[in-house]
């Protein structure tokens, strides 16, 4: 059972670069969603998809862009890297295009610019 | 908006009980549980749908109290393995919000 997969577990990236974490998940979820963590901190919301070609923003969404071509994969670009976004980086999905379903989420990745 | 949860942490010896509240400022319909160890994913406890459920999950259930916006969950003969960050998290629309954590360290 994949689940949720993600790639990389780890980076570190130079101010200003530029990169994209990828996910993937083998459930035939609808939603999918990017969430990030900072240290001691909960999760925040930075993108969601409720299908294959509809995204939304979540709560941080700003320094982001996500795009769904496929039901399977829901990759985060980072357009400019920038010290602020160092961070634990969630993905996660649930069955259905609604928010009362578990979500599964993937096992991080963990984000560093310097 | 995000859900205020309290405690922040929680000191426990094995054996003993404790509450964590989730309240919000907005009309709740669904409240999530997750529990996350240090250094991985969160782990999906339970969802109370309706006001007034109850659910539970090995020794650990919890309540949505749909007029008072908040929902809490007890942990009751708390073992080692309950040791962790529990998040609760709240839906509206197809955003959902997770408040800042409660923090429960289970002692021996």
């Known amino acids: 059972n994949a689940g949720v997969t993600q790639t990389p577990k780890f980076q570190v990236l130079k101010t200003g670069q530029s990169m994209t974490l990828q996910c993937a998940q083998d459930?035939?979820?609808?939603?999918m969603s990017w969430y990030r963590q900072d240290p001691g901190m909960g999760l925040r919301l930075i993108h969601y998809?409720?299908?294959?070609?509809?995204?939304d923003q979540g709560e941080v969404p700003n320094g982001y862009n996500v795009s769904r071509s496929t039901t399977e994969d829901f990759p985060l670009r980072l357009l400019s890297a920038a010290p602020s976004q160092t961070s634990v980086y969630f993905c996660?999905?649930?069955?259905?295009?609604?928010?009362?379903?578990?979500?599964?989420f993937g096992e991080g990745s963990w984000l560093t610019v310097v | 908006q995000q859900p205020v949860q309290s405690p922040q942490a929680v000191i426990l010896r094995e054996g003993e009980d404790a509450v964590i509240n989730c309240s919000s400022s907005?009309?709740?319909?669904?409240v999530h549980w997750y529990r996350q160890k240090h250094g991985e994913a969160p782990v999906f406890l339970m969802i109370?749908?309706?006001?007034?459920e109850q659910k539970g999950h090995d020794k650990i259930s919890a309540s949505f109290n749909e007029k008072k916006q908040q929902s809490s969950l007890y942990l009751t003969a708390s073992q080692l393995s309950y040791s962790g960050t529990y998040f609760c998290?709240?839906?509206?629309?197809?955003?959902?919000?997770f408040g800042g954590g409660t923090r429960v360290l289970v002692k021996p």
């Open positions: 459930m035939n979820h609808e939603y």
């Open positions: 996660a999905s649930s069955y259905g295009g609604q928010v009362g379903n578990t979500i599964y």
């Open positions: 109370l749908l309706k006001g007034g």
């Open positions: 998809s409720v299908g294959a070609g509809i995204t």
């Open positions: 998290g709240t839906a509206a629309g197809n955003k959902l919000t």
């Open positions: 907005k009309a709740l319909y669904s």
